[in-house]
């Protein structure tokens, strides 16, 4: 059970927010398709999808259903799982700020020369790292 827990919570990058548990309201369409953390199926994160407005409920359902999980760990466990768990919280929240934002369309490729120096070749280099960042 910890190791589905660790493997779900590993993908999750720490990123910083606060939630209070007094904006969980939970809907019944919402609650029914809570994913099984004992037993995730399949494209367990199409839970997530659907209106952004239910998105921040999904995502304290969720939230406290990897706490209550977590409860009933060892105690050495359950400080792990907590680090997780939060961590898997802030980056839904992350996911919630970012939903409505545009998606970064690549640039233009420069023209083709027929031959380069190595000053050209480090700089088009560079500035491909560069555009890998940005994006």
């Known amino acids: 059970m910890l190791q589905l827990l660790l493997i779900l919570l590993t993908f999750c990058v720490p990123l910083q927010s606060q939630v209070t548990d007094d904006q969980t309201q939970p809907d019944n369409n919402v ?20 209106p952004p407005e239910e998105l921040q409920v999904k995502s304290d359902i ?29 980056n839904l929240r992350t996911f919630e700020q970012n939903l409505g934002r545009p998606i970064p369309s690549p640039p233009q490729p420069g023209p083709i020369a027929n031959d380069y120096s190595i000053d050209d070749i480090v700089n088009l280099h560079q500035s491909l790292n560069k555009q890998k960042v940005e994006l």
């Open 62 to 90: 969720f939230y406290n259903n990897l706490v209550e999980l977590s409860s009933n760990l060892s105690p050495s466990a359950q400080k792990t799982a907590g680090t997780l768990t939060e961590k898997t919280l802030l």
């Open 31 to 50: 609650q029914k398709n809570i994913p099984d953390i004992n037993e995730l199926p399949v494209g367990w994160w199409e839970y997530f999808d659907g």
